[in-house]
């Protein structure tokens, strides 16, 4: 992969120097050479290998993603793109949310089985709650608590909701703005979840089916990586270039357009040339490497004040689930991925690799589990060593009954920085950030952190696409044909409910 040669600086050619191999960047450099723009792009990719937080970690012969990740998209563009790259199987979906020691459906379904695992008392809650938030709805909402016991009552909100996203973001839902729910969770009310069950009931599928509820999507047999590895296989096909180990640790404006300074994994600089730079990295980097361009203050504060969540994953080869988990699951375990809600582990969510693909693990036989973390790098749980976290992982899960103690065949730790861009911290303020890039000519922010969005894989990629579109056509330098950029994933009723997927 790694073309060393670093041909980067040519004169003769356009370049678009792009910082990051993920799903935005690798889309942006196949835009570019697929379209015959006669534009080069170059990537500078700062880890070992492509794919960004939608990589694939081979341990061992056995394959970890960063969170498992569904291959869904509304947009016809984003799923011929994929199609172009690879065939890639449709899977069914099953996640469940694992609580009292038994398995609720996901989203909450108000089946009799529900009821009949939250007992008469908490069901009754349940509905009186519902009925006085639709009575008496909270006016504004001014928090992510407001926006949920507007739609799902307080005591639901108490029992699913709450603990599950205080856990992904580590503080109160009292201080996350409502947006995020709006982003994530909107038309996933009990109205529609119900309407969902009904549908399912009669095997109907909708249209207009809300991402949290869809049933099946695809998945490449091993793992999203597959696919990315794929795509930065055909920009070298295509004469583009990528570079892995390879940091954008300066970004300066020049006469012609932006030079960025790349540390290598030896320490050593290279200094690249383009018209044009599209950043993935995340908009706190790119705003703090910027240099020859005078930033505002007002900027810079926006920028320093951007909050993200982070993330760790325990692998865990095992040669079977325990007991209690498969009595509770019916006999086999068969989820794509668990939300644990049980409050007394901190295991945030269970992905059950074989179950999205049985070449995600190298012996058939065996049971290969990512254990979910959230946390803040630096906090006492992602201060623990490799050792402490495999250890954690492995006592946490016997604890709640979904491995035997000492049955742990191997383990291994994953940790992944910024993995959510947090809509607190200075968010709220992210406009005038966005103002001020748009009157950037040739500077362009696209993807997940680079613009500070809780964007999925397609989002990530539509906003490339209208990235390598605007520097096709020469118009980066016309901030309302930039809006296009922004203006992608700003419907506010696509997301997925309250948790990742
Ligand atoms: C737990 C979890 C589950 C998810 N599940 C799904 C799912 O099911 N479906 C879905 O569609 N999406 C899912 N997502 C979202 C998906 O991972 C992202 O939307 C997607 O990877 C974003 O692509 P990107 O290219 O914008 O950013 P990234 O994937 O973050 O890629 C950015 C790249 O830039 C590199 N980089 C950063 N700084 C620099 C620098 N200074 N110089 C050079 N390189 C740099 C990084 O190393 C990285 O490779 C999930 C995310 C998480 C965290």
Redesign the pocket.
Known sequence: MEQDTANATPTTEKLCLI????????TTALELLRSGSGIKPVI????SQ??????TVVYKGNRID???????SKSKWVTQFWASVMDMPERSRLSRIYYLRSFFNYPISLSLDTLKKLGLVRTVKVGMSYLKARAFPIKPEKSLADFMINRFGRELYGTFFRDYTEKVWGVPCESISPEWGAQRIKGVSISAVLAHALRSALHIRSKEQETSLIDAFNYPPHGPGQLWEKAAEEVLRLGGEIHLN????RVKKTPQGWAVTVTKADGTNLVAEGENFVS???LK?LVA?LDGVEVPQSVREVADGLVYRD?LTVGLLVPRFAEVALKASGGKVRDNWIYIQESDVKVGRVQVFPNWSPDMVANPEHVWMGL?YFCNIGDTLESLSDEKLKRLGAEEMAKIGFINAGEVIDSCVIR?P???PAYFGSYERIGELQQWLDKQPGLLA?????MHRY??????MLAAHAAAELIRKGETANPEARKALWNVNAEKDYHEAGK??
């Open positions: 910082a990051g191999a993920g799903p935005a960047g690798l500078f990719e700062a880890d492509v794919g960004g937080i939608s990589r960063i969170g498992g990740h569904r291959f869904f390879a940091k954008v640790s993935t990295m995340p980097d490497s993330f979910e992944q910024k993995a959510y696209v993807g997940r952190n680079g964007n999925n894989m397609d989002h990530s990742e997927k």
